[in-house]
């Protein structure tokens, strides 16, 4: 049975920065791409950041050059590193793990249906 766990959300100033953390177990961490992704009140969910199985990533604009993903294969914990925060970051931050393992070492899969697996959620709130 996977299991994600997040943690590291909070209120934080615009202009802050915060870490989330998210701790994999069930499945062998290392072969599958692990992406963050955030749901805002009465808005869809959107992928913000993917690591794929080889370390590719893939960021939205919205996140670019602000946010980084990084993933601890030994710890099975992603992380995403989120500076210079705004207020439209605040949102449920959800960490995922992908469907399947055969993606092509530089494809970084960033759809809700190509993820099967998802944490509980975190809240962040940037307050202005």
């Known amino acids: 049975q996977v299991q994600l766990v997040e943690s590291g959300g909070g209120l934080v100033q615009a202009g802050g920065s915060l870490r989330l953390s998210c701790a994999a177990s069930g499945r062998t961490f290392s072969n599958y791409a692990m992406a963050w992704f955030r749901q805002a009140p009465g808005k869809d969910r959107e992928s913000v950041a993917v690591i794929n199985g080889s370390g590719n990533t893939y960021y939205a604009d919205s996140v670019k050059g602000r946010f980084t993903i990084a993933r601890d294969n030994a710890k099975n914990t992603v992380y995403l590193q989120m500076n210079s925060l705004i207020p439209e970051d605040t949102a449920v931050y959800y960490c995922?793990?992908?469907?399947?393992?055969?993606?092509?070492?530089?494809?970084?899969?960033?759809?809700?249906?190509?993820?099967?697996?998802w944490g509980q959620g975190t809240q962040v709130t940037v307050s202005s």
């Open positions: 995922a793990q992908a469907a399947k393992t055969s993606y092509s070492r530089y494809y970084t899969p960033r759809t809700r249906s190509e993820y099967d697996y």
